[in-house]
């Protein structure tokens, strides 16, 4: 009797795992997916993005008109010193890793949870791109796993090059202003191959306040985060210590 508890228990576990694995296939089957295809964004510039749309959204709520302002421009167009001085601001890594710097995360992780908020992020400009054109600003879980996801999807089907042109196209730079030619018109009224080192600065330095930070005004955030970007672009001496000197003196 007891041989026979004993085999009914063990065919109850098998069951049990079995049917626990195949609901774990079939989720996982259905998330890969309903993830979306990009291989498309190799030779086709995105119309509009989900980030987009949900400002547009937010704006209906409120009965605000809302208009995207947005104009393309090569990559070649955009200034190297400014693809620069974005690296180093958003992702100074972006060149090396595949998608995800885990250092940076996990460094962003630990200052979370000791600050017990969202006190620092750790998304590189591919995860940024993944969530713009993709993805709502929840910070769930399951919208993580697929921001990562998605991540991957565009390293392993575009270039880095691509992936930088792109996400400079596409990230919001003021209220409907998305991607620097637009945010260099906006701010400066001048295209983005025009811009001075200070300008460079200043336009990169709203790239993590948009709405509330205008790279034309006079701000003292914008003057701190300006000059920390000069420092950094004096470090890495991709400008000279003349070039800084030069400059530094607007953000006093």
Same mark, same amino acid.
């Given at each position: 009797? +007891?041989?026979?508890?004993?085999?009914?228990?063990?065919?109850?576990?098998?069951?049990?795992?079995?049917?626990?694995?195949?609901?774990?296939?079939?989720?996982?089957?259905?998330?890969?997916?309903?993830?979306?295809?990009?291989?498309?964004? &190799?030779?086709?510039?995105?119309?509009?993005?989900?980030?987009?749309?949900?400002?547009?959204?937010?704006?209906?709520?409120?009965?605000?008109?809302?208009?995207?302002?947005?104009?393309?421009?090569?990559?070649?167009?955009?200034?190297?010193?400014?693809?620069?001085?974005?690296?180093?601001?958003?992702?100074?890594?972006?060149?090396?890793?595949?998608?995800?710097?885990?250092?940076?995360?996990?460094?962003?992780?630990?200052?979370?949870?000791?600050? +017990?908020?969202?006190?620092?992020?750790?998304?590189?400009?591919?995860?940024?791109?993944?969530?713009?054109?993709?993805?709502?600003?929840?910070?769930?879980?399951?919208?993580?796993?697929?921001?990562?996801?998605?991540?991957?999807?565009?390293?392993?089907?575009?270039?880095?090059? +691509?992936?930088?042109?792109?996400?400079?196209?596409?990230?919001?730079?003021?209220?409907?202003?998305?991607?620097?030619?637009?945010?260099?018109?906006?701010?400066?009224?001048?295209?983005?191959?025009?811009?001075?080192?200070?300008?460079?600065?200043?336009?990169?330095?709203?790239?993590?306040?948009?709405?509330?930070?205008?790279?034309?005004?006079?701000?003292?955030?914008?003057?701190?985060?300006?000059?920390? @970007?000069?420092?950094?672009?004096?470090?890495?001496?991709? @400008?000279?210590?003349?070039?800084?000197?030069? &400059?530094?003196?607007?953000?006093?």
């Amino acid at each position: 009797m +007891r041989k026979i508890i004993i085999i009914q228990r063990i065919w109850q576990a098998k069951y049990i795992a079995s049917t626990l694995a195949c609901v774990v296939a079939i989720s996982t089957l259905w998330f890969y997916f309903s993830l979306p295809d990009v291989t498309y964004l &190799v030779k086709v510039n995105p119309s509009t993005t989900a980030f987009m749309e949900l400002r547009k959204a937010q704006a209906d709520t409120r009965n605000n008109q809302y208009k995207v302002k947005q104009t393309w421009v090569n990559f070649e167009s955009i200034p190297p010193l400014f693809k620069k001085a974005v690296r180093i601001t958003e992702d100074s890594s972006f060149y090396d890793h595949k998608g995800v710097d885990w250092f940076e995360l996990k460094e962003s992780i630990k200052r979370n949870i000791k600050a +017990r908020r969202f006190a620092r992020g750790g998304s590189t400009i591919s995860q940024q791109l993944a969530k713009n054109l993709y993805l709502s600003t929840d910070k769930s879980l399951f919208r993580k796993f697929r921001e990562l996801f998605i991540t991957y999807r565009l390293e392993r089907a575009l270039s880095k090059d +691509r992936i930088f042109h792109i996400y400079l196209n596409v990230i919001e730079f003021g209220p409907g202003i998305f991607g620097v030619q637009a945010a260099s018109r906006h701010h400066f009224n001048k295209d983005i191959d025009n811009l001075n080192l200070a300008e460079i600065a200043r336009l990169t330095a709203v790239i993590p306040r948009p709405l509330t930070v205008s790279a034309a005004t006079e701000n003292s955030w914008l003057k701190w985060k300006s000059k920390w @970007i000069l420092n950094k672009l004096k470090i890495y001496k991709y @400008i000279t210590v003349e070039q800084y000197n030069d &400059v530094i003196g607007e953000f006093k």
